[in-house]
């Protein structure tokens, strides 16, 4: 077993970097606005070719969880859980919720974006942003 690791490529290392900043970004793109995560070459919705580095408003509401009760990498050991989070702005991000663990329901939770140092490396995570 390993640590987990980031792949960079080409279209994605300024969202890396963005994060090494505290300052979540993504591709927006430069003809109808529409975010690309993960980023990529061509907007999905207008195939322009245009865009831009955004900053994140860091809020977004919990789709579902896991709690992985089994180690797949050194550095995430079990139990962790895993969220999928719809950022106001439309795409969705699998991370990790950080914090108080929501008592009950998780799914429409809202979230707030946060960083954290993870090795040699920073990570986006979110945690609670609401009380029930």
Known sequence: MANSQPVVALYDAPMWESLSRERMQLQSCGHCGTLRYPPGPICTTCT???????????????????????????????????????????????????????????????VSLVYRRHLDRTQHAFMLSEQP
């Open 48 to 110: 322009s070719l245009d865009y831009r580095w955004t900053d994140l408003s860091g809020g977004g509401e919990i789709l579902s969880w896991v709690r992985f009760h089994r180690a797949y990498f050194d550095d995430h050991p079990p139990p962790y859980n895993a969220v999928a989070v719809r950022l106001d702005e439309g795409p969705i991000v699998v991370s990790n919720l950080i914090g108080p663990e929501p008592e009950g329901e998780w799914i429409g939770r809202r």
